[in-house]
């Protein structure tokens, strides 16, 4: 019986850290396409003021 619970509780924690792991990949993709995205309009302005000028 302990060792059932030992191993589940190895099962489980394995599916956490791979959650942890996929979550950690999705919020630094996220955070690159927002990067990107400022870079993109920041270039947009760029053009914007130059029309004005």
Request: glycine share 0%; charged share 30%.
């Amino acid at each position: 019986m302990a060792y059932e619970d030992r191993n589940n509780m190895s099962n489980n924690t394995e599916l956490n850290v791979d959650k942890c792991s996929n979550e950690q990949k999705t919020m630094q993709q996220q955070l690159a396409e927002a990067n990107n995205e400022i870079a993109d309009l920041k270039l947009q302005i760029a053009w914007l003021e130059r029309s004005y000028e």
